[in-house]
């Protein structure tokens, strides 16, 4: 099974302020006939349950706001909130869909400062 | 609008089996793929299979082979999750979700959670 890290497993950030997450993949989730990372990330909210933000790495779902960006290829992700705001307080989770079964990372907390 | 409701909280002793019902509204159940996705407390969530509501088909983590079956029944738009002989650890917060397209392992929808207790 791929094995999925993220850095650093938490965060405190000043409204306004960019805040960025690190996810690492053990083998690349970039596949060769597709050109796609499949790589996903996800918001969790207190008592909530995970909500897509971004999947293909870098392609935001629907409603999604555009302060959320994702980059990175092969083994190495980014997940960028360009300003903080209020409402982004949340557990961030990457999650490979590469094959089965698919893996969710251990989760990067993000507060205000 | 796409809704995903989930059976209610269940407590239950090691050794039993537990069984969680998630009925969609909003689009066609047969549609989509289901997943089941668990979340032990302060833990990532953890996918534990899915099933073709279209077929019945399923596929099942390797960990829960043997002990976990998802059944379907498309006249009521519900897909069901049962585990057996439940452990301790099997306490978690239990999840189905919608695939977002046919097997893309995405999940775009969720429904509410459903809180398993196993606990002598």
């Known amino acids: 099974d791929i094995v999925m890290t993220q850095s650093p497993d938490s965060l405190a950030v000043s409204l306004g302020e960019r805040a960025t997450i690190n996810c690492k993949s053990s083998?690349?989730?970039?596949?060769?006939?597709?050109?796609?990372?499949?790589l996903a990330w996800y918001q969790q909210k207190p008592r909530q349950p995970p909500r897509l933000l971004i999947y293909?790495?870098?392609t935001r779902e629907s409603g999604v706001p555009d302060r959320f960006s994702g980059s990175g290829s092969g083994t190495d992700f980014n997940l960028t909130i360009s300003s903080l705001q209020a409402e982004d307080v949340a557990v961030y989770f990457c999650?490979?869909?590469?094959?089965?079964?698919?893996?969710f990372g251990p989760g990067t907390k993000v507060d205000i400062k | 609008q796409v809704h995903l409701v989930q059976s209610g909280a269940e407590v239950k002793k090691p050794g039993a089996s537990v069984k969680v019902s998630c009925m969609v509204s909003g689009y066609t159940f047969t549609d989509y793929y289901i997943h089941w996705v668990r979340q032990a407390p302060g833990q990532g969530p953890e996918w534990m299979g899915w099933?073709?509501?279209?077929?019945?088909?399923?596929n099942y983590a390797r960990k829960f082979q043997g002990r976990v079956t998802m059944t379907r029944d498309t006249s009521i738009s519900t897909a069901y999750m049962e585990l057996n002989r439940l452990k301790s650890d099997d306490t978690a917060i239990y999840y189905c979700?919608?695939?977002?397209?046919?097997?893309?392992?995405?999940?775009?929808?969720w429904g509410q959670g459903t809180l398993v207790t196993v606990s002598s």
């Open positions: 293909w790495a870098s």
């Open positions: 099933i073709n509501p279209n077929s019945g088909g399923t």
């Open positions: 999650q490979h869909n590469y094959n089965t079964p698919p893996v």
């Open positions: 979700a919608r695939d977002m397209a046919k097997w893309q392992l995405l999940f775009d929808y």
């Open positions: 083998q690349t989730v970039l596949h060769s006939s597709t050109n796609k990372n499949y």
